[in-house]
């Protein structure tokens, strides 16, 4: 069974530039996730969906970030223009509805973005 | 609200010797706890989790943890550290009415030969 699949692997961008990560989630998980990891912490949500519906995204900064899932399967987060504390890496993670299997999430490796 | 701490950011053990690292949560309730591993360039990769029942939980890889409700912890265990297992390690806790999870700040294992 593929992972969660993630592209690219890493990004450098110049600041005020847009950029855009694209996700791939395991098929049949209708929840897909995509988390901040800042380097030495632990993730931290941005937005989850259940299928096409963004149905958390209270930390997601709404200013200069986007989100969409077209379809419920792939997703793609947005960012523009990046800032200099954008650098960062943007993780996926997908998971089966919750009540199913619970809450497992599964991970991609993640896109690490440098900003210049 | 949910919290997670991982006291130790950071820790240094001889290949071959056992290990432990500790994690707290703070949560209303009985919660779903999870140990993540993340090795560097890699997304994290589930080593176990407690949902209900048995209190000892078994891992991939030889880890173990311990729900401890009266100390709020869920520390993670392994008799004989292996050179492979130097990473990041991260716990998280999860509420039973979402899907939610909170990561603590992890704790990176350096594993000397």
């Known amino acids: 069974e593929a992972g969660v699949v993630q592209s690219p692997r890493y990004k450098i961008i110049e600041k005020k530039q847009p950029v855009a990560f694209w996700c791939n989630p395991i098929?049949?998980?209708?929840?897909l996730y995509w988390y901040l990891q800042n380097l030495g912490q632990g993730p931290e949500l941005l937005i989850r969906?259940?299928?096409?519906?963004?149905?958390?995204d209270s930390q997601l900064p709404k200013d200069r970030f986007s989100a969409e899932r077209l379809k419920g399967v792939d997703s793609t987060l947005k960012i523009q223009p990046a800032e200099l504390g954008d650098s960062a890496v943007y993780l996926c993670a997908s998971s089966l509805s919750f009540g199913t299997s619970g809450v497992e999430q599964f991970f991609g490796p993640g896109t690490r973005l440098t900003v210049l | 609200a949910q919290s997670v701490t991982q006291p130790d950011i950071h820790i240094t053990v001889s290949e071959g010797a056992s290990l432990e690292l500790r994690c707290n949560y703070s949560y209303g309730a009985t919660p779903y706890l999870f140990w993540y591993v993340q090795s560097p360039g890699q997304g994290l990769q589930l080593l176990l989790k407690y949902f209900s029942g048995d209190t000892l939980v078994q891992g991939i890889k030889g880890f173990e943890a311990e729900f401890k409700r009266s100390q709020s912890s869920f520390n993670l265990r392994k008799p004989s550290v292996h050179w492979s297992d130097a990473a990041e390690y991260f716990c998280a806790v999860g509420a039973r009415n979402t899907d939610k999870l909170i990561f603590g700040t992890g704790t990176r294992l350096q594993v000397f030969p």
């Open positions: 969906y259940e299928n096409e519906e963004a149905v958390d």
């Open positions: 098929s049949g998980h209708n929840t």
